[in-house]
């Protein structure tokens, strides 16, 4: 459906860089001003002391940042049939609540992933993340911020992020819509958000964020078939220590989107796809769950019916094996 959209505008020039879905999303990005100005102000205050930190400081913060990216996974419009669908509240202050719904914590399993990499590298060595982006407004501020740690503290020199090459989903992130927020908040009214712009697009400058597109991303594979379907981008990805996949069609896809038994382990249901150590990052929107421990799907089924597709429960799922 989604190419076809494109394909109409395509046909039609002045048409043809036209996306239809901008309005959406840009009304979902303003929205959610509270939520960014909270997180664009942790950020900077964070970044102040970040070389204070010891290991165990930096590993809690690692952990607070990937769980407000996994939330920002909520702000989805193609879930919310386009309807309303964005952070008010500071994020920071919800996360302990939202603890007990995270089904697969492999937090650890990421942070030994990167703790590693900083040990082991010299001057010269480069330490590079891939981020499989989602969706684009404050969920994209999300991905923003903690590259952005994972860069001040050294933890990584490089980060990659991959959108859409088409608007896609609704409310999926494209090369416009990245250019787009980078832009606004520079232009912000507020100095914590204009700074973050500002170090991003210097960042950028530098080469060291670093954005991608590629068609594969809208073409209908599972991930297990990327290496023949699309071997360039394939190799691209084994450049990385770690990529991080935001979201539940990039889960669906990783994991072929079958009806799996809920304990298939999640090194199983990705089928021989692994470029490089990777996680994925997903609040359930589908009905498609592996790595589960023996009864918990089964639990959950009896006393929440909908609790695959409701968006309420998410996993962190690590993959470290070759």
């Known amino acids: 459906m989604y190419r076809r959209i494109h394909e109409a505008l395509v046909h039609n020039p002045p048409l043809d860089n036209y996306d239809v879905f901008k309005e959406g999303k840009v009304q979902s990005f303003f929205e959610s001003q509270q939520a960014i100005i909270a997180l664009c102000t942790y950020l900077q205050e964070l970044l102040k ?8 400081q930096l590993q809690e913060e690692f952990f607070k940042l990937l769980q407000i990216s996994l939330w920002g996974n909520k702000c989805d419009l193609s879930f919310s049939a386009g309807e309303d669908n964005f952070q008010k509240a500071s994020p920071l202050k919800s996360l302990d609540n939202l603890k007990p719904f995270i089904l697969v914590d492999d937090m650890e399993g990421i942070w030994s992933v990167l ?3 900083k040990k082991r590298r010299t001057s010269k060595d480069v330490t590079r993340v891939d981020i499989v982006l989602d969706n684009a407004g ?25 959108g859409k ?22 232009s912000a ?16 400058k530098k080469g060291v964020l670093v954005y991608h597109d590629h068609m594969f991303w809208t073409l209908p594979h599972e991930f297990c078939s990327m290496a023949q379907v699309a071997a360039d981008l394939y ?12 979201g539940d069609l990039n889960y669906r896809k990783l994991t072929g989107d079958r009806k799996w038994e809920f304990t298939v382990p999640f090194h199983q249901a990705l089928n021989k796809f692994h470029p490089a150590p990777l996680c994925s990052l997903r609040t359930l929107k589908s009905d498609v769950q592996v790595g589960l421990k023996p009864g918990q799907g089964d639990q959950l089924v ?21």
């Open 49 to 56: 002391n970040i070389e204070d930190l010891d290991e165990k």
């Open 115 to 117: 703790i590693n990499s």
């Open 138 to 162: 404050y969920e994209l501020i999300t991905d923003l911020v903690l590259a952005d740690f994972l860069l001040s503290s050294k933890l990584v020199t490089e980060i990659h992020f991959h």
């Open 165 to 186: 090459c088409i608007p896609w989903y609704v409310s999926d992130t494209t090369k416009q819509d990245f250019n787009w927020t980078i832009k606004q908040l520079q």
């Open 189 to 204: 009214n507020n100095r914590w958000m204009s700074r973050c712009g500002m170090n991003w697009e210097g960042n950028i």
């Open 235 to 246: 190799a691209e990805l084994q450049k990385s220590h770690l990529i991080i996949f935001k």
């Open 302 to 322: 009896t006393s929440e019916p909908d609790w695959m597709i409701c968006g309420k429960y998410g996993v962190v799922q690590f993959d470290a094996s070759l």
